[in-house]
């Protein structure tokens, strides 16, 4: 009830809510739409971060997905200093509110 609220004031006074953004414009994207990715910097924080639940530095991490603490969409860079283990259901919390 509360973020409509917000949604229309925030549309009567012509500005949107930095949770509400829909994209970034700015971004480069792959052949289907999404946020390119760097698979450089995702090996670099899978040897530095081993997996939490095999101890593994490479290859799957089961229960487990490489979080962006600042989303891509919000401006966050792809790079290890902003990448986190998080449990799948964790992410998809987050993601709800992304």
């Keep these: 009830m509360m973020r409509l609220a917000v949604l229309l004031l925030a549309s009567s006074l012509a500005i949107t809510p930095a949770w509400c953004a829909a994209k970034c414009d700015s971004c ?31 290859g799957a991490c089961s229960g487990y997905v490489i979080d962006h603490v600042k989303p891509l969409k919000r401006g966050g860079s792809d790079a290890p200093s902003n990448m986190q283990w998080q449990t799948r259901e964790a992410a998809k919390q987050k993601d709800k509110t992304e």
């Design 28 to 58: 480069a994207r792959d052949s289907h739409g999404r946020i390119q990715r760097s698979a450089t910097a995702k090996h670099t924080f899978e040897r530095s971060h081993p997996c939490p639940s095999t101890g593994k530095t490479s």
